[in-house]
């Protein structure tokens, strides 16, 4: 039997797999997402300003600092995230990651000191760990095999057009009413509906994932990954899987960047506070936008050539940002940086759950999104370093260099992930 007709068909349990057959709630996790990006939204444009200006850091690697806090805790969260939903539920692990968030906007608003930023960084990290990895996981079980690609772009657009939509509107709330505490006042009101729908109305999806598994066929125990296994396949023993861990490193490293560096590239470029929160959110949001289509895209095309490509329009983006001098210029770096995330984003969650059987997935979703979102971390440093040391272009440039390599690195190492029907074990 197909893996198409496989993917609806009802196992004996009766749960059905696809977005068809899942739609109400399907729907209802591309809504929650879009609360789980807005949180982190809340930062986008004036986490560097607040630093600046109200803490008198002057810095650039002090300034990224809550970047790198937030880095590490997402990546090591979203390793046990995934470990956690396979154990303890989806829907649980959801729900915990919600009231992590909870005195995130709070502490924000009324930090007295730069080390109670750091330390609200550390919940949004947990948080988002949980959350987000969560919500992919759940689309990814509700999926079934044949639409995946598709899915991830549903549910990351969702979660980057919040973020932009975030960014933009706490930089005009800022622009009128100050840098704090007015703008956050917003996140309390996106935790609450967050947490509230996915209390009273997301339902498990781990019966999805064990359904698909006995469509795939059970593994036997002795072709089953330990978790140590899971993650050096993950790591570096499975070319596909590391490629795409690395490319997702190397995607975060400049996204990275562009968090921490853009606000202040463009302050110093003359932009006022509404202008430099438009350009923070015409990344994400074309990020966000491109991923309804480019996820169904790589359902069609395949994985490979849609992440090398990806990666090599995310550095002609940040090169001309770099190279631009005005609010226009600024704008069409912006929007190709977000097309060629777009491209990559979805692409590589598809590629890992083309690969992974699904007794094992949400662990090897949780390595993967560990390196991933380490790239926040690593990014964050780098850039912070090199600008000091070289200036705010040489940071940029670097960042922009990187990313071309690692598209390198998929287009010479990675074998097309979407006609797989084996899967790596030992």
Request: hydrophobic residues 55%; contains cysteine; proline residues 5%.
């Amino acid at each position: 039997m197909s893996e198409a007709n496989n993917s609806a068909r009802p196992p004996s349990d009766g749960v059905r797999l696809g977005l068809r057959e899942n739609l109400p709630q399907f729907a209802l996790l591309v809504v929650v997402n879009a609360f789980v990006g807005a949180m982190v939204g809340l930062e986008r444009t004036l986490l560097p300003a607040i630093a600046e200006q109200e803490f008198h850091i002057v810095a650039k690697s002090a300034v990224l600092s809550f970047i790198v806090v937030f880095g590490v805790s997402k990546a090591i969260t979203n390793y046990v995230a995934g470990r956690l939903s396979d154990h303890y539920g989806r829907k649980r692990v959801l729900i915990f990651g919600w009231l992590v968030a909870a005195p995130v906007p709070w502490l924000l608003m009324w930090a007295p000191s730069w080390s109670w930023v750091l330390f609200a960084n550390v919940f949004l990290g947990v948080s988002q760990g949980l959350t987000w990895s969560t919500t992919v996981i759940m689309k990814i079980d509700l999926a079934g095999p044949n639409k995946r690609g598709l899915a991830m772009g549903l549910n990351e657009f969702a979660g980057y057009f919040a973020v932009a939509a975030s960014a933009m509107a706490t930089g005009f709330v800022a622009a009128s009413y100050g840098l704090r505490p007015a703008p956050f006042y917003l996140g309390v009101g996106f935790f609450a509906i967050g947490f509230l729908l996915s209390v009273a109305l997301v339902r498990e999806s781990k019966p999805h994932a064990d359904a698909e598994a006995k469509l795939r066929g059970p593994l036997d125990a002795s072709d089953a990954p330990s978790p140590k296994e899971v993650f050096a396949l993950t790591t570096w023993r499975d070319k596909n899987l590391s490629s795409v861990s690395q490319a997702g490193l190397v995607n975060n490293l400049n996204d990275g960047m562009a968090w921490g560096l853009f606000p202040l590239f463009f302050h110093a470029a003359g932009m006022s506070l509404p202008q430099i929160g438009t350009l923070a959110a015409i990344y994400p949001a074309t990020w966000g936008g491109f991923q309804l289509f480019t996820g169904a895209w790589s359902d069609q095309v395949g994985r490979k050539w849609l992440i090398t490509g990806g990666m090599t329009v995310q550095a002609v983006g940040i090169v001309g940002v770099v190279a631009a001098d005005a609010f226009f210029g600024f704008a069409i770096g912006c929007t190709l940086l977000g097309a060629g995330t777009a491209m990559v984003y979805p692409t590589l969650l598809a590629a890992i759950g083309d690969v992974a059987h699904p007794s094992w997935r949400a662990s090897a979703v949780g390595v993967y999104r560990l390196w991933r979102d380490l790239g926040y971390a690593v990014g964050a440093i780098v850039a912070g370093i090199t600008a000091d040391a070289l200036g705010l272009n040489a940071a940029m440039y670097m960042a922009a260099g990187l990313t071309l390599a690692s598209g390198a690195v998929v287009a010479s190492r990675m074998s097309e992930t979407r006609v797989l029907d084996a899967v790596p074990t030992k």
